[in-house]
Protein backbone atom coordinates (compact mmCIF):
# COMPACT_ATOMS: atom_id res chain seq x y z
CA UNK A 1 0.00 0.00 0.00
CA UNK A 2 3.02 2.42 0.50
CA UNK A 3 4.32 1.81 -2.72
CA UNK A 4 1.28 3.94 -4.15
CA UNK A 5 1.43 6.66 -2.15
CA UNK A 6 1.60 10.30 -4.23
CA UNK A 7 3.97 13.23 -2.35
CA UNK A 8 2.21 15.84 -0.42
CA UNK A 9 4.43 18.41 -3.07
CA UNK A 10 5.71 17.59 -6.32
CA UNK A 11 8.38 20.06 -7.02
CA UNK A 12 10.70 19.78 -9.66
CA UNK A 13 14.06 19.38 -9.46
CA UNK A 14 16.18 22.56 -8.81
CA UNK A 15 17.83 24.10 -11.42
CA UNK A 16 21.62 23.57 -10.95
CA UNK A 17 24.35 24.12 -13.16
CA UNK A 18 27.35 21.37 -13.82
CA UNK A 19 29.83 24.05 -12.82
CA UNK A 20 27.82 24.82 -9.47
CA UNK A 21 27.82 20.99 -9.22
CA UNK A 22 31.59 20.64 -9.76
CA UNK A 23 32.04 23.27 -7.14
CA UNK A 24 29.98 21.72 -4.95
CA UNK A 25 32.51 18.61 -5.30
CA UNK A 26 35.82 20.70 -5.03
CA UNK A 27 34.53 21.72 -1.39
CA UNK A 28 35.02 18.55 -0.47
CA UNK A 29 37.93 17.93 -2.15
CA UNK A 30 39.24 21.18 -0.33
CA UNK A 31 37.97 20.06 3.56
CA UNK A 32 39.14 16.20 3.07
CA UNK A 33 42.81 17.12 3.83
CA UNK A 34 41.90 18.26 7.56
CA UNK A 35 40.36 14.82 8.28
CA UNK A 36 42.88 12.61 6.79
CA UNK A 37 45.91 14.58 7.34
CA UNK A 38 45.54 16.55 10.27
CA UNK A 39 42.62 14.08 12.24
CA UNK A 40 43.65 10.42 10.88
CA UNK A 41 47.59 11.04 10.84
CA UNK A 42 49.61 13.70 12.90
CA UNK A 43 47.83 16.27 14.83
CA UNK A 44 46.72 13.07 18.06
CA UNK A 45 51.01 12.30 17.72
CA UNK A 46 51.82 16.02 17.45
CA UNK A 47 49.51 17.59 20.42
CA UNK A 48 50.36 14.50 22.67
CA UNK A 49 53.77 15.12 22.15
CA UNK A 50 53.97 18.75 22.81
CA UNK A 51 51.70 17.90 25.86
CA UNK A 52 54.39 15.70 27.21
CA UNK A 53 57.09 18.38 26.97
CA UNK A 54 55.21 21.01 28.94
CA UNK A 55 54.43 17.77 31.45
CA UNK A 56 58.37 18.03 31.56
CA UNK A 57 59.14 15.04 29.69
CA UNK A 58 61.54 14.97 26.98
CA UNK A 59 61.23 14.20 23.65
CA UNK A 60 62.57 10.61 22.58
CA UNK A 61 61.10 9.22 25.81
CA UNK A 62 60.05 5.99 26.11
CA UNK A 63 58.07 6.31 29.04
CA UNK A 64 55.85 9.22 30.42
CA UNK A 65 53.75 9.97 32.91
CA UNK A 66 53.38 13.48 33.55
CA UNK A 67 51.01 15.33 34.09
CA UNK A 68 49.44 19.34 32.34
CA UNK A 69 47.08 21.28 33.85
CA UNK A 70 44.62 22.77 31.68
CA UNK A 71 42.35 24.96 33.68
CA UNK A 72 43.69 24.00 37.07
CA UNK A 73 42.33 20.11 36.16
CA UNK A 74 45.07 17.69 36.16
CA UNK A 75 45.18 16.24 33.40
CA UNK A 76 47.74 13.11 32.10
CA UNK A 77 49.14 13.60 29.17
CA UNK A 78 48.67 11.53 27.30
CA UNK A 79 45.13 12.03 28.06
CA UNK A 80 44.72 15.24 26.53
CA UNK A 81 44.20 14.93 22.62
CA UNK A 82 41.68 12.28 23.77
CA UNK A 83 39.78 15.24 26.03
CA UNK A 84 39.99 17.24 23.52
CA UNK A 85 38.04 14.94 20.97
CA UNK A 86 35.11 14.30 23.46
CA UNK A 87 35.05 18.07 24.13
CA UNK A 88 34.76 19.03 20.83
CA UNK A 89 32.17 16.56 19.90
CA UNK A 90 30.55 17.90 23.21
CA UNK A 91 30.28 21.47 21.65
CA UNK A 92 29.56 20.38 18.17
CA UNK A 93 26.16 18.99 19.37
CA UNK A 94 25.33 22.24 20.79
CA UNK A 95 26.45 24.25 17.64
CA UNK A 96 25.73 22.10 14.74
CA UNK A 97 21.81 22.38 14.84
CA UNK A 98 21.91 26.21 15.08
CA UNK A 99 24.47 26.54 12.42
CA UNK A 100 21.94 24.68 9.98
CA UNK A 101 18.88 26.51 11.12
CA UNK A 102 20.41 29.45 10.64
CA UNK A 103 21.82 28.77 7.18
CA UNK A 104 17.88 28.00 6.40
CA UNK A 105 17.16 31.43 7.33
CA UNK A 106 19.78 33.18 5.41
CA UNK A 107 20.12 34.33 1.83
CA UNK A 108 23.73 33.95 1.80
CA UNK A 109 24.86 30.32 2.68
CA UNK A 110 28.04 30.71 0.92
CA UNK A 111 28.70 33.54 2.96
CA UNK A 112 28.42 31.07 5.88
CA UNK A 113 30.51 28.38 4.30
CA UNK A 114 32.81 30.70 3.79
CA UNK A 115 33.13 31.90 7.07
CA UNK A 116 33.05 28.47 8.69
CA UNK A 117 35.88 26.95 6.27
CA UNK A 118 38.22 29.85 6.41
CA UNK A 119 37.55 30.26 10.16
CA UNK A 120 38.71 26.65 10.34
CA UNK A 121 41.26 26.90 8.00
CA UNK A 122 42.79 29.80 9.92
CA UNK A 123 43.41 27.72 12.95
CA UNK A 124 44.59 24.96 11.47
CA UNK A 125 47.69 27.24 9.33
CA UNK A 126 47.44 28.56 12.61
CA UNK A 127 49.32 25.51 14.36
CA UNK A 128 52.78 26.85 12.99
CA UNK A 129 52.96 28.34 16.44
CA UNK A 130 52.53 25.69 18.57
CA UNK A 131 56.15 25.01 19.50
CA UNK A 132 57.67 24.08 22.65
CA UNK A 133 55.34 23.29 25.50
CA UNK A 134 52.64 25.31 23.90
CA UNK A 135 50.09 22.68 24.26
CA UNK A 136 47.11 24.79 25.28
CA UNK A 137 46.87 26.74 22.70
CA UNK A 138 47.00 23.46 20.38
CA UNK A 139 44.28 22.67 22.08
CA UNK A 140 42.83 25.67 21.37
CA UNK A 141 43.08 25.94 17.69
CA UNK A 142 42.06 22.21 17.23
CA UNK A 143 38.87 23.71 19.17
CA UNK A 144 37.51 26.03 16.78
CA UNK A 145 39.17 24.14 13.56
CA UNK A 146 37.27 21.10 14.53
CA UNK A 147 34.18 22.83 15.06
CA UNK A 148 34.01 25.02 12.40
CA UNK A 149 35.05 21.86 10.40
CA UNK A 150 31.50 20.29 11.22
CA UNK A 151 29.66 23.74 11.02
CA UNK A 152 30.81 23.71 7.37
CA UNK A 153 30.29 20.42 6.61
CA UNK A 154 26.61 21.23 7.86
CA UNK A 155 26.62 23.90 5.22
CA UNK A 156 27.91 22.30 2.64
CA UNK A 157 25.54 19.16 3.06
CA UNK A 158 22.41 21.28 3.14
CA UNK A 159 23.33 22.34 -0.91
CA UNK A 160 22.71 18.80 -1.77
CA UNK A 161 19.04 18.55 -2.18
CA UNK A 162 18.91 22.31 -4.14
CA UNK A 163 21.62 20.19 -6.53
CA UNK A 164 19.85 17.85 -8.21
CA UNK A 165 16.43 16.18 -8.01
CA UNK A 166 15.29 12.77 -6.98
CA UNK A 167 16.15 10.10 -8.97
CA UNK A 168 20.24 12.83 -9.46
CA UNK A 169 20.84 13.19 -5.65
CA UNK A 170 22.84 9.40 -5.40
CA UNK A 171 25.05 10.13 -8.23
CA UNK A 172 25.79 13.59 -6.54
CA UNK A 173 26.78 12.54 -3.34
CA UNK A 174 29.21 9.80 -4.31
CA UNK A 175 30.89 11.68 -6.46
CA UNK A 176 31.23 14.30 -3.85
CA UNK A 177 32.61 11.67 -1.41
CA UNK A 178 34.52 10.20 -4.58
CA UNK A 179 36.74 13.29 -5.07
CA UNK A 180 36.48 14.19 -1.23
CA UNK A 181 38.76 10.73 -0.81
CA UNK A 182 41.00 11.55 -3.72
CA UNK A 183 41.86 15.01 -2.52
CA UNK A 184 42.40 13.90 0.93
CA UNK A 185 44.31 10.85 0.02
CA UNK A 186 46.69 13.33 -2.37
CA UNK A 187 47.55 15.34 0.35
CA UNK A 188 48.54 13.18 2.46
CA UNK A 189 50.98 10.95 -0.14
CA UNK A 190 52.86 14.12 -0.62
CA UNK A 191 52.93 14.69 2.92
CA UNK A 192 54.20 11.46 4.23
CA UNK A 193 56.46 11.72 1.04
CA UNK A 194 58.11 14.64 2.84
CA UNK A 195 57.90 13.01 6.07
CA UNK A 196 60.06 9.85 4.96
CA UNK A 197 62.69 11.72 2.90
CA UNK A 198 63.42 14.49 5.79
CA UNK A 199 63.51 12.42 9.22
CA UNK A 200 66.20 11.97 10.79
CA UNK A 201 67.16 9.32 12.72
CA UNK A 202 67.53 10.40 16.34
CA UNK A 203 66.51 13.87 15.89
CA UNK A 204 62.75 13.84 16.99
CA UNK A 205 62.30 17.42 16.99
CA UNK A 206 62.52 17.08 13.49
CA UNK A 207 59.98 14.53 13.40
CA UNK A 208 57.69 17.08 15.62
CA UNK A 209 58.64 19.78 12.96
CA UNK A 210 57.74 18.04 10.29
CA UNK A 211 54.55 16.46 11.99
CA UNK A 212 53.59 20.83 12.35
CA UNK A 213 54.10 21.82 9.08
CA UNK A 214 51.96 19.08 7.66
CA UNK A 215 49.22 19.85 10.01
CA UNK A 216 50.17 23.74 8.10
CA UNK A 217 49.52 22.16 4.78
CA UNK A 218 46.50 21.05 5.42
CA UNK A 219 45.21 24.31 6.50
CA UNK A 220 46.81 25.78 3.38
CA UNK A 221 45.29 23.03 1.48
CA UNK A 222 41.84 23.57 2.44
CA UNK A 223 41.39 27.54 2.41
CA UNK A 224 42.82 27.63 -1.40
CA UNK A 225 40.57 25.30 -2.56
CA UNK A 226 37.43 26.60 -1.25
CA UNK A 227 38.16 29.53 -3.26
CA UNK A 228 36.28 27.73 -6.50
CA UNK A 229 33.37 26.33 -4.60
CA UNK A 230 32.95 29.76 -3.37
CA UNK A 231 32.87 31.26 -6.77
CA UNK A 232 30.95 28.38 -8.37
CA UNK A 233 28.40 27.81 -6.08
CA UNK A 234 25.09 29.89 -5.73
CA UNK A 235 22.44 30.41 -2.96
CA UNK A 236 19.18 29.06 -3.62
CA UNK A 237 17.53 30.90 -0.70
CA UNK A 238 14.35 29.13 1.18
CA UNK A 239 11.08 31.11 1.03
CA UNK A 240 11.27 31.49 4.74
CA UNK A 241 14.39 33.13 3.87
CA UNK A 242 13.47 35.43 1.04
CA UNK A 243 10.78 37.01 3.58
CA UNK A 244 13.44 38.10 5.11
CA UNK A 245 13.12 40.49 8.56
CA UNK A 246 14.39 40.29 12.10
CA UNK A 247 17.60 38.72 13.24
CA UNK A 248 19.10 35.74 11.27
CA UNK A 249 20.36 33.94 14.57
CA UNK A 250 17.78 35.10 16.77
CA UNK A 251 15.39 33.61 14.22
CA UNK A 252 17.39 30.71 13.79
CA UNK A 253 17.43 29.49 17.07
CA UNK A 254 13.16 30.13 16.91
CA UNK A 255 13.31 28.21 13.96
CA UNK A 256 15.51 25.42 15.70
CA UNK A 257 13.12 25.30 18.84
CA UNK A 258 10.08 24.85 16.10
CA UNK A 259 11.17 22.28 14.31
CA UNK A 260 12.45 20.19 17.35
CA UNK A 261 8.64 20.58 18.56
CA UNK A 262 7.64 19.20 14.76
CA UNK A 263 10.60 16.86 14.35
CA UNK A 264 7.54 14.32 16.07
CA UNK A 265 5.48 14.58 12.90
CA UNK A 266 8.66 13.17 11.14
CA UNK A 267 8.71 9.83 12.56
CA UNK A 268 10.19 7.70 9.62
CA UNK A 269 13.20 10.53 9.30
CA UNK A 270 13.57 10.03 12.44
CA UNK A 271 13.79 6.03 12.75
CA UNK A 272 16.14 6.71 9.57
CA UNK A 273 18.59 8.51 11.94
CA UNK A 274 18.47 6.01 14.32
CA UNK A 275 19.58 3.47 11.95
CA UNK A 276 22.43 5.65 10.65
CA UNK A 277 23.67 6.41 14.30
CA UNK A 278 23.78 2.77 14.56
CA UNK A 279 25.64 1.45 11.46
CA UNK A 280 27.80 4.79 11.53
CA UNK A 281 29.19 4.51 15.08
CA UNK A 282 30.19 0.94 13.86
CA UNK A 283 31.77 2.25 10.62
CA UNK A 284 33.72 5.05 12.71
CA UNK A 285 34.91 2.51 15.31
CA UNK A 286 36.16 0.98 12.90
CA UNK A 287 38.12 3.73 10.85
CA UNK A 288 39.26 5.26 14.65
CA UNK A 289 40.74 1.64 16.19
CA UNK A 290 41.85 -0.17 13.02
CA UNK A 291 45.38 1.43 13.71
CA UNK A 292 45.60 0.49 17.08
CA UNK A 293 44.19 -3.22 15.95
CA UNK A 294 46.71 -3.58 13.82
CA UNK A 295 49.75 -2.44 15.98
CA UNK A 296 48.56 -4.15 19.20
CA UNK A 297 47.19 -7.32 17.94
CA UNK A 298 48.65 -8.14 14.60
CA UNK A 299 52.27 -6.78 15.05
CA UNK A 300 52.36 -4.74 12.26
CA UNK A 301 55.04 -1.88 11.61
CA UNK A 302 54.27 1.96 10.60
CA UNK A 303 55.10 1.58 7.15
CA UNK A 304 52.65 -1.35 6.91
CA UNK A 305 49.45 1.32 8.34
CA UNK A 306 50.76 4.09 6.45
CA UNK A 307 50.46 2.17 3.09
CA UNK A 308 47.35 0.93 4.18
CA UNK A 309 45.73 4.38 5.11
CA UNK A 310 46.26 5.40 1.61
CA UNK A 311 45.33 2.59 -0.24
CA UNK A 312 42.10 2.88 1.43
CA UNK A 313 42.16 6.95 0.73
CA UNK A 314 42.03 5.94 -2.77
CA UNK A 315 40.20 2.83 -3.13
CA UNK A 316 37.63 4.65 -1.04
CA UNK A 317 37.52 6.79 -4.75
CA UNK A 318 36.44 4.14 -6.73
CA UNK A 319 34.12 2.55 -4.26
CA UNK A 320 32.17 5.42 -3.59
CA UNK A 321 31.57 5.89 -7.42
CA UNK A 322 30.99 2.02 -7.59
CA UNK A 323 28.09 1.60 -5.06
CA UNK A 324 26.83 4.78 -6.43
CA UNK A 325 26.55 3.04 -9.89
CA UNK A 326 24.54 0.08 -8.29
CA UNK A 327 22.12 2.82 -6.50
CA UNK A 328 21.10 3.71 -9.64
CA UNK A 329 20.13 0.13 -10.78
CA UNK A 330 18.77 -1.38 -7.27
CA UNK A 331 18.33 1.97 -5.05
CA UNK A 332 20.18 3.49 -2.77
CA UNK A 333 18.70 2.15 0.37
CA UNK A 334 19.03 -1.89 -0.74
CA UNK A 335 23.08 -0.53 -1.63
CA UNK A 336 23.53 0.67 1.83
CA UNK A 337 22.04 -2.36 3.33
CA UNK A 338 24.45 -4.44 0.96
CA UNK A 339 27.44 -2.14 2.15
CA UNK A 340 26.19 -3.12 5.71
CA UNK A 341 26.22 -6.92 4.87
CA UNK A 342 29.56 -6.05 3.48
CA UNK A 343 30.82 -4.57 6.56
CA UNK A 344 29.85 -7.49 8.41
CA UNK A 345 31.83 -9.42 6.30
CA UNK A 346 34.99 -6.90 6.99
CA UNK A 347 34.65 -7.43 10.97
CA UNK A 348 34.66 -11.53 10.70
CA UNK A 349 37.51 -11.37 8.28
CA UNK A 350 39.44 -9.14 10.66
CA UNK A 351 38.68 -11.28 13.80
CA UNK A 352 40.37 -14.47 11.84
CA UNK A 353 43.59 -12.31 10.37
CA UNK A 354 46.75 -13.84 10.81
CA UNK A 355 49.10 -11.17 13.21
CA UNK A 356 52.70 -10.32 12.08
CA UNK A 357 51.30 -10.45 7.92
CA UNK A 358 51.13 -6.82 6.24
CA UNK A 359 49.74 -8.36 2.97
CA UNK A 360 46.39 -9.70 4.29
CA UNK A 361 45.51 -6.49 6.42
CA UNK A 362 46.55 -4.35 3.54
CA UNK A 363 43.80 -6.53 1.22
CA UNK A 364 41.06 -6.09 4.20
CA UNK A 365 42.50 -2.30 3.81
CA UNK A 366 41.60 -2.41 0.34
CA UNK A 367 37.88 -4.22 0.77
CA UNK A 368 37.26 -1.29 3.76
CA UNK A 369 38.05 1.31 0.91
CA UNK A 370 36.03 0.14 -1.53
CA UNK A 371 32.71 -0.34 0.55
CA UNK A 372 33.30 2.74 3.14
CA UNK A 373 32.81 5.57 0.55
CA UNK A 374 29.41 4.12 -0.70
CA UNK A 375 28.25 3.26 2.52
CA UNK A 376 28.35 7.29 3.86
CA UNK A 377 28.13 8.46 0.46
CA UNK A 378 24.26 7.48 -0.03
CA UNK A 379 23.36 7.71 3.35
CA UNK A 380 23.66 11.24 3.06
CA UNK A 381 21.86 11.34 -0.14
CA UNK A 382 19.16 8.85 0.73
CA UNK A 383 18.70 11.82 4.21
CA UNK A 384 18.59 14.20 1.80
CA UNK A 385 15.22 12.46 0.57
CA UNK A 386 13.42 12.67 3.95
CA UNK A 387 13.94 16.22 4.69
CA UNK A 388 11.18 18.75 4.53
CA UNK A 389 11.80 21.58 2.27
CA UNK A 390 13.43 24.85 3.34
CA UNK A 391 14.85 22.88 6.56
CA UNK A 392 18.00 21.17 4.78
CA UNK A 393 20.34 23.03 7.27
CA UNK A 394 18.71 22.13 10.37
CA UNK A 395 18.12 18.32 9.96
CA UNK A 396 21.55 17.86 7.96
CA UNK A 397 22.87 19.76 11.50
CA UNK A 398 20.29 16.20 13.52
CA UNK A 399 22.47 14.39 10.70
CA UNK A 400 26.23 15.46 11.66
CA UNK A 401 25.39 14.95 14.82
CA UNK A 402 24.65 11.89 14.40
CA UNK A 403 27.62 11.25 12.38
CA UNK A 404 30.03 12.84 15.32
CA UNK A 405 28.21 12.95 18.65
CA UNK A 406 27.63 9.56 19.40
CA UNK A 407 30.99 8.33 17.96
CA UNK A 408 32.35 7.19 21.86
CA UNK A 409 29.34 4.38 21.61
CA UNK A 410 31.54 2.10 19.45
CA UNK A 411 35.34 2.65 21.13
CA UNK A 412 33.09 2.35 24.77
CA UNK A 413 31.97 -1.34 23.79
CA UNK A 414 35.33 -2.43 22.32
CA UNK A 415 37.00 -0.85 25.35
CA UNK A 416 34.54 -2.65 27.83
CA UNK A 417 34.98 -5.88 25.98
CA UNK A 418 38.77 -5.47 25.76
CA UNK A 419 38.96 -4.68 29.39
CA UNK A 420 37.21 -7.69 30.26
CA UNK A 421 38.42 -10.20 27.97
CA UNK A 422 42.13 -8.78 27.50
CA UNK A 423 41.59 -9.33 23.41
CA UNK A 424 41.73 -6.76 20.86
CA UNK A 425 39.94 -9.91 18.76
CA UNK A 426 37.30 -10.49 21.02
CA UNK A 427 36.51 -6.62 21.58
CA UNK A 428 36.88 -6.05 17.68
CA UNK A 429 34.37 -8.70 16.59
CA UNK A 430 31.61 -6.64 19.38
CA UNK A 431 31.28 -4.01 16.78
CA UNK A 432 29.49 -6.45 14.62
CA UNK A 433 26.04 -5.73 16.61
CA UNK A 434 26.37 -2.13 15.19
CA UNK A 435 26.12 -3.46 12.25
CA UNK A 436 23.49 -6.19 12.80
CA UNK A 437 20.64 -3.86 14.49
CA UNK A 438 21.83 -0.53 11.78
CA UNK A 439 20.65 -3.33 9.06
CA UNK A 440 17.54 -4.36 10.95
CA UNK A 441 16.81 -0.76 11.97
CA UNK A 442 17.33 0.41 8.28
CA UNK A 443 15.05 -2.55 6.93
CA UNK A 444 12.30 -1.27 8.79
CA UNK A 445 12.02 2.00 7.51
CA UNK A 446 9.52 2.21 4.83
CA UNK A 447 11.52 4.53 2.56
CA UNK A 448 8.78 5.26 0.44
CA UNK A 449 6.28 6.55 2.67
CA UNK A 450 9.14 8.06 4.86
CA UNK A 451 9.88 10.45 1.72
CA UNK A 452 6.35 10.98 0.82
CA UNK A 453 5.23 12.28 4.33
CA UNK A 454 8.37 14.83 4.01
CA UNK A 455 6.89 16.63 1.51
CA UNK A 456 8.91 14.62 -1.36
CA UNK A 457 9.02 13.40 -4.81
CA UNK A 458 10.52 9.34 -4.14
CA UNK A 459 13.06 8.71 -6.90
CA UNK A 460 11.97 6.10 -9.30
CA UNK A 461 14.28 3.80 -7.83
CA UNK A 462 14.53 2.53 -4.15
Known amino acids: ?98 TGAV ?39 FLVANISFGAAVVVYNSFLPQLGGPDERDGISSRGWAIGYLGGGVLLALNLVAVTMLSEDGNPQRTLDLARWSIVSAGVWWAVFTLLPLRWLRDHPTAEALRGGGNVLVDGFRQLGRTLREVRAYPLTLLFLLAFLVYNDGIQTVITLASQYGTEELKLGQSTLITTILLVQFLAFGGALGLGALARRIGARKTVLLSLVLWTGVIIAAFRLPAEAPVPFMILGGAIGLVLGGSQALSRSLFSQLIPAGKEGEYYGFYEISDKGTSWLGPLLFGLVFQLTASYRVGLVSLLIFFVVGFALLALVPIRRAIVAAGNTPPRVL
Not at 12 to 30: H, Q, V
Open 1 to 98: MAETLTPAVDTPPPASTPRERRGWYLYDWANSAFQTTVITVFLGPFLTTVAELAAGCALGADDCDGYVYPLGIRVAAGSYYPYLISLSVLLTVFVLPV
Open 103 to 141: ADRSRHKKRLLAAFAFTGAGATVAMAFVTGERYLLGGAL
